[in-house]
């Protein structure tokens, strides 16, 4: 069985950086695409930024414009977001997933994270 789980969430002010984790268990990482998403109160699920664990290869939702970065540690099964210059509409719960192909889209995504709070005051 697969399993994600997530951490490294908190409050933080405008400004401030964040880095969330998610450890990979099952599975074979080195196969996986991680995406990263997002979800407001009565917001839909929204993407952050996907990375392929083999190839390295990673793109981002234009709206972050730059802010955050997705890493990983292979030797681990960890993936990382670097989140920079938070802003309160970053506020929301960031979930990492697991699938086989490049996609932008939640639907394409197998395996999911616990989901992880981020909360950023002005």
């Known amino acids: 069985q697969v399993q994600l789980v997530e951490s490294g969430g908190g409050l933080v002010q405008a400004g401030d950086s964040l880095r969330l984790s998610c450890v990979v268990s099952?599975?074979?990482?080195?196969?996986?695409?991680m995406g990263w998403f997002r979800q407001a109160p009565g917001n839909v699920r929204e993407f952050v930024g996907r990375?392929?664990?083999?190839?390295?290869?990673?793109a981002y939702a234009d709206s972050l414009n730059g802010r955050f970065t997705i890493s990983r540690d292979s030797a681990k099964k960890t993936v990382y977001l670097q989140m920079n210059n938070l802003k309160p509409e970053d506020t929301a719960v960031y979930y990492c997933?697991?699938?086989?192909?490049?996609?932008?889209?939640?639907?394409?995504?197998?395996?999911w994270g616990q989901g992880s709070q981020v909360t950023v005051s002005s």
């Open positions: 990375q392929g664990m083999s190839s390295g290869y990673a």
């Open positions: 099952g599975g074979t990482f080195s196969a996986y695409v």
């Open positions: 997933a697991a699938g086989l192909a490049h996609s932008s889209s939640a639907a394409s995504y197998n395996y």
